[in-house]
C-alpha cells in the first residue's frame, strides 16, 4: 500500500496527517508513505522526525494586502503542479489524502488528474479554502464535526472524527509530570 498525504502549514493540519499515517501503518505494517508539503513551512521538519519522508513543494498562499509579495504566485503555482505531478507518477500512491494547507491543492489535484482515489481530511469546525475547493472532486471527505456537509457535498461526507497521535493518547508515566508542570 502506497499512501501519499499532503498538506501542512499548521501543526492543526501536520499531527493529524501523522496521526493518519501513524494508524494505517499499525494496521498495514508494509505500507508506504509519502508526505507532501510546502517549503520551508513546519512540516519539512516535523515529519521527518516522525519519522517519515517529504518532498515540499515551491507552493505559497495569496498574501492579502500586498500585490508585490503576489508577483511570482502564478510561477510558484505551476511549478508546484508540475513537480506534484512528477511526485504523483513516480510513486504510484493508491490513495492520496488531504489535510489541508497550500501543498493540499496542487498534489490532489494531480493525483485526480491521474486517477487515483483521494480523500481529504478536515480537523476544523470550519473548513480551509483548500479543502473547500477540493471536495468538489476528491472521493470522500473525512471530518470531525457533525454538519459540516453545510461546507462539503453531503454524499461525500464521512464522520470519522479527528486523528489524535498516541503519544498524546497515551497517559501511562504522565501523571508525575502533569502534576509537577500543574
Known amino acids: 500500500l502506497r499512501v501519499m498525504i499532503a498538506g501542512g502549514g499548521t501543526g492543526g493540519h501536520i499531527f493529524p496527517a501523522i496521526a493518519i499515517a501513524n494508524a494505517v501503518r499499525e494496521r498495514e505494517g508494509s505500507a508506504q508513505f509519502l508526505f507532501v508539503g510546502a517549503e520551508g513551512r513546519m512540516e519539512m521538519e516535523k ?18 494586502g500586498s500585490i508585490l509579495k503576489n508577483i511570482g504566485l502564478p510561477w510558484r503555482l ?53 479543502n473547500v475547493y477540493l471536495s468538489k472532486r476528491v472521493d470522500r471527505v473525512c471530518v470531525a464535526y457533525t454538519g459540516m456537509d453545510r461546507f462539503f457535498p453531503k454524499e461525500k461526507v464521512l464522520f470519522t472524527g ?20 500543574f
Open 47 to 64: 515529519v521527518p522526525a516522525a519519522g517519515f519522508a517529504i518532498e515540499g513543494l515551491p507552493i505559497r498562499g495569496f498574501q492579502r
Open 78 to 130: 505551476l511549478r508546484s503542479m508540475l513537480k506534484a505531478r512528477r511526485l504523483v507518477r513516480d510513486f504510484k500512491p493508491h490513495v492520496a489524502v488531504g489535510v489541508g494547507g497550500y501543498a493540499s491543492g496542487p498534489l490532489l489535484a494531480a493525483a485526480q488528474r491521474m486517477k487515483v482515489p483521494t480523500l481529504i481530511q478536515e480537523q476544523n469546525s470550519f473548513p480551509g479554502k483548500t
Open 162 to 181: 479527528n486523528p489524535v497521535r498516541n503519544d498524546v493518547v497515551r497517559l501511562t508515566g504522565k501523571r508525575p509530570r502533569g502534576m509537577e508542570f
